[in-house]
């Protein structure tokens, strides 16, 4: 037994020294031209410098070592996630020109998130939700759908891998602050994203949505806080709410606040 | 430990049920938003003018430095408040209605009303001739044809079926003729009481301000004055 396996590991060596020498023929080809000056080395009869053999063949984390099957390695950025939750909304609206009533409403709704990273640091999301305000008789509907683009300037690897994302897009709601009409406006929002990876099962994301302003006619401005714990394909979490509209007669602010949770299936 | 609990739960109950059940200030209603209804009687034995604000959400209670004065012919009329089916009333009292009423309402965080002038039908001053003979009955008042108000005449006792007309025209003198008071029992002899009330009644519809266009300010008007008349039939 043990000499085959010196055997294997001389045969790895020699196998890892061809694709290092397949690597400087295609190289060029891969990143581009070289100059003529590279592409002419001084010394071509003179041969390449041999390097030491590795003590032990690493195989890359992202190709099948042998016939074991590596488990999927999890982005620190993007995602795919569906799921439902509900959340309780109270604060303030506002009647005729501007009196202060109290309301509260139960909201339900779906999210789909899906966020992708074709490069390293820029990405780009898209999220719909949707879902019934109240359940009785007054019960109406709020839908969102929204796209950002994205950019990851932190992300790491290593024991916790993680990463943090920012960006901005353009959203398009109705139904949200229940009361304010007419009930749909468009908007632009910015967004930060922290994800993290502490252990191989648990993944943990926090996220911030912020709208400065919409095409209402009041000055509406919302946040959207979000905390989630996944470990495999499901994710659990909670939601905070606050939106804040300004104007009428008298100028006042109409605070609304909500919470809630989720729970979804999501995929890393 | 179930003692504690349950007393935990009663406190959070009772501050629960005080969160909703706060009553509605005035700071928390627009001025557009509000209906302010005025009403004022004047039946000859003194008058009240009532003022009761309302908003969207129902009545509510002047507060927070919110005010409210009235004055009738430029005399400043003392407001109190008074509970009528659970609503704060504004009520005034005074001698009889004469002369325009001013409303103002001051709010420190709001736009405030100022000078509304609301306009009170005149006096009546009735009298009547007594009935002699087969005359008719002839009464006379003080004049308002330009007014925008309803008149309206009542001719009541214990033996007559009441009368009751809408007058078209405020000229300050009418008569009834004897054969149009109806008596219940003609056969019974001998004097009949009768009063007679002629009332004026007006109503202001307007918003409060603008741009509001709903109706902000609502009064009501009614002056009446009664006399007695023996009628022999």
């Not at chain 1, 080809?29 to 000056?37: H, K, N, T, Y």
């Not at chain 2, 000859?44 to 012919?73: K, N, Q, W």
């Not at chain 2, 409303?103 to 000078?115: F, G, K, N, T, W």
């Not at chain 2, 002629?198 to 300010?217: F, S, V, Y």
């Amino acid at each position: 037994m043990r000499a085959s396996a010196t055997e294997n590991r001389a045969l790895r060596t020699h196998e890892s020294r061809a694709a290092r020498a397949l690597l400087c023929l295609l190289a060029p080809l891969v990143l581009g031209a070289a100059s003529p000056d590279e592409a002419a080395p001084s010394q071509p009869a003179e041969p390449l410098p041999e390097l030491p053999p590795p003590s032990e063949p690493v195989a890359a984390p992202s190709a099948p070592a042998g016939n074991h099957s590596a488990p999927r390695e999890r982005s620190t950025v993007e995602m795919a996630r569906l799921d439902a939750g509900v959340m309780y909304v109270r604060g303030l609206k506002m009647l005729g020109f501007g009196t202060l009533a109290r309301y509260q409403v139960l909201v339900g709704f779906i999210d789909l998130d899906v966020v992708r990273f074709p490069h390293e640091r820029f990405g780009f999301e898209i999220h719909l939700n949707g879902g019934p305000i109240g359940f009785d008789e007054n019960a109406q509907v709020e839908i969102g759908l929204s796209g950002a683009g994205l950019v990851a300037p932190f992300r790491w690897k290593g024991r916790a891998p993680g990463s943090f994302v920012l960006g901005v897009g353009g959203t398009f709601e109705y139904g949200r602050p229940v009361w304010l009409e007419p009930g749909y406006h468009g908007a632009p929002f910015g967004l930060a994203r922290f994800r993290i990876f502490p252990t191989g099962t648990v993944g943990l994301q926090t996220a911030y949505r912020f709208v400065p302003i919409t095409t209402n006619e009041l000055a509406l401005q919302e946040h959207d806080v979000e905390l989630g714990v996944s470990t495999g394909l499901l994710q659990l979490g909670a939601r905070v709410r606050v939106d804040e509209v300004r104007g009428g007669e008298p100028a006042r602010l109409y605070r609304s606040i909500g919470g809630g949770v989720f729970a979804g299936l999501v995929v890393f | 430990m179930k003692t504690r609990a349950f007393w935990i739960g009663l406190v959070a109950l009772v501050m629960l049920a005080g969160c909703e059940d706060e009553p509605m200030r005035s700071t928390d209603v627009s001025t557009l938003d509000m209906l302010v209804s005025l009403d004022a009687t004047d039946s000859g034995d003194g008058a009240t003018v009532r003022v009761r604000i309302s908003s969207p959400l129902g009545g509510l209670r002047l507060s927070d430095g919110d005010t409210l004065r009235l004055r009738m012919g430029g005399n400043p009329l003392t407001l109190r408040e008074v509970e009528e089916d659970e609503r704060p009333v504004y009520l005034a009292d005074a001698a009889s209605l004469s002369g325009d009423i001013t409303l103002d309402l001051e709010r420190r965080a709001d736009r405030s009303i100022v000078d509304r002038v609301i306009p009170v039908p005149p006096p009546i001053g009735l009298t009547a001739e007594p009935l002699l003979g087969d005359a008719p009955l002839k009464l006379a008042w003080n004049a308002a044809p330009e007014g925008k108000h309803v008149l309206g005449l009542v001719v009541d006792g214990t033996c007559i079926k009441p009368l009751s007309r809408t007058l078209p025209n405020d000229v300050g003198q009418y008569e009834i003729l004897q054969a149009e008071l109806a008596p219940l029992d003609p056969a019974v002899p001998g004097p009949c009481p009768l009063q007679v009330t002629l009332a004026r009644t007006a109503t202001l519809q307007e918003p409060i301000a603008p741009p509001a266009m709903q109706i902000g300010l609502y009064a009501l008007f009614m002056l009446s004055r009664t006399v007695d008349v023996s009628w022999t039939p």
